[in-house]
């Protein structure tokens, strides 16, 4: 009888894992269909200044919505993209995309920073400075209009052309944010090490603000920390305005979350712009 039950419970969790495969498998054919046929886009979410309330950048993020599977989330195909190598054709693609909509952009709201993500993943696949001047060059944005999102886990890597390659991107006066801080593995001494622009607060510690377990006394030792070294901080994944306000007396720079806007596509976050430009800041 328990063998038998071990033996279900083996083809159960078998079955699960081919199942899985077999998602992943269709998932990296998908996206390579989907980039020829233009299925992607770029929404953006808009950065403000804590000090002014005015805008201060937009992260761009990557959609996708199948004529017959919908709309899946990065958080499903990037890794797919990212272990396929369709990183570097996508990665490409959203940058380009998001410099050409900066340009429109800027005609409604002048000097509006782009953000973008970009994969560690991407390091080893050939995209470099050469590749951003390229898109900064045939778009017609300068290089300190936009920043570039890694992750910590980049700054652990051994290579040492790692610190190369981002010097690389801010010769071209192009800036430096590390995402989702706090949930890798880096320490301060890493930090040190590189030319780093902005830190990315993430979403977890800002969640966990006033509430039991409360973080805000690493929030502000985070916070602490990047300012001695010279750091522009952002707090990612602010949706109440408890949090807002806990946040500004920590003397964060910049905030991005649901309380102000979600991640839009262009036209709509064109008029989200003229809507809160107007407003009278407070
Ligand atoms: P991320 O770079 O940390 O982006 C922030 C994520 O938090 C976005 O999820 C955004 O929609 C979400 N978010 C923003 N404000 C709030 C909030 O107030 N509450 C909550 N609960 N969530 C909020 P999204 O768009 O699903 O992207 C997930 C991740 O996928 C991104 O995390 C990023 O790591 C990756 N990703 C998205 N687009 C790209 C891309 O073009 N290239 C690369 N390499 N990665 C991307
Ligand atoms: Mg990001
Ligand atoms: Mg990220
Ligand atoms: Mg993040």
Same mark, same amino acid.
């Given at each position: 009888?328990?063998?038998? /039950? $071990?033996? *279900?419970?083996?083809?159960?969790?078998?079955?699960?894992?081919?199942?899985?495969? @077999?998602?992943?498998?269709?998932?990296?054919?998908?996206?390579?269909? $989907?980039?020829?046929? @233009?299925?992607?886009?770029?929404?953006?979410?808009?950065?403000?200044?804590?000090?002014? @309330?005015?805008? =201060?950048?937009?992260?761009?993020?990557?959609?996708?919505?199948?004529?017959?599977?919908?709309?899946?989330?990065?958080?499903?195909?990037?890794?797919?993209?990212?272990?396929?190598?369709?990183?570097?054709?996508?990665?490409?693609? &959203?940058?380009?995309?998001?410099?050409?909509?900066? &340009?429109?952009?800027?005609?409604?709201?002048?000097?509006?920073?782009?953000?973008? @993500? &970009?994969?560690?993943?991407?390091?080893?696949?050939?995209?470099?400075?050469?590749?951003?001047?390229?898109?900064? !060059?045939?778009?017609?944005?300068?290089?300190?209009?936009?920043?570039?999102?890694?992750?910590?886990?980049?700054?652990?890597? !051994?290579?040492? !052309?790692?610190?190369?390659?981002? *010097?690389? =991107?801010?010769?071209?006066? &192009?800036?430096?944010?590390?995402?989702?801080?706090?949930?890798?593995?880096? /320490?301060?001494?890493?930090?040190?090490?590189?030319?780093?622009?902005?830190?990315?607060? !993430?979403?977890?510690?800002?969640?966990?603000?006033?509430?039991?377990?409360?973080?805000?006394?690493?929030?502000?030792?985070?916070?602490?920390?990047?300012?001695?070294? *010279?750091?522009?901080?952002?707090?990612?994944?602010?949706?109440?305005?408890?949090?807002?306000?806990?946040?500004?007396?920590? /003397?964060?720079?910049?905030?991005?979350?649901?309380?102000?806007?979600?991640?839009?596509?262009?036209?709509?976050?064109?008029?989200?712009?003229?809507?809160?430009?107007?407003?009278? /800041?407070?």
């Amino acid at each position: 009888k328990a063998k038998e /039950s $071990g033996r *279900n419970q083996y083809h159960f969790f078998a079955r699960k894992m081919q199942d899985k495969i @077999n998602r992943r498998v269709m998932l990296e054919h998908l996206i390579r269909k $989907g980039l020829e046929k @233009n299925e992607f886009e770029v929404y953006y979410q808009p950065i403000v200044d804590c000090r002014s @309330n005015t805008l =201060f950048g937009l992260e761009a993020l990557a959609r996708w919505t199948h004529p017959d599977e919908g709309m899946i989330s990065p958080v499903e195909f990037i890794p797919v993209a990212e272990e396929s190598g369709l990183i570097a054709p996508l990665g490409e693609w &959203v940058l380009t995309r998001a410099c050409t909509d900066l &340009v429109d952009i800027h005609h409604h709201c002048e000097g509006v920073h782009l953000s973008v @993500n &970009v994969s560690s993943r991407q390091y080893p696949l050939g995209f470099d400075a050469e590749c951003v001047k390229r898109i900064l !060059d045939d778009t017609g944005i300068m290089g300190h209009d936009l920043s570039l999102e890694i992750t910590e886990s980049i700054l652990l890597d !051994d290579d040492p !052309d790692i610190l190369s390659w981002l *010097n690389g =991107f801010r010769a071209l006066g &192009v800036g430096l944010s590390i995402d989702d801080f706090g949930t890798g593995y880096s /320490s301060l001494s890493y930090l040190k090490r590189f030319p780093i622009d902005y830190l990315k607060i !993430d979403q977890a510690f800002v969640a966990s603000l006033n509430t039991d377990d409360d973080s805000t006394p690493l929030v502000r030792a985070i916070i602490a920390m990047a300012r001695s070294l *010279n750091m522009k901080i952002i707090a990612e994944g602010v949706e109440l305005k408890t949090q807002l306000d806990t946040i500004e007396s920590l /003397s964060c720079h910049y905030v991005q979350g649901y309380y102000f806007a979600k991640p839009m596509p262009k036209d709509q976050l064109l008029v989200w712009m003229a809507d809160y430009l107007q407003k009278p /800041s407070d």
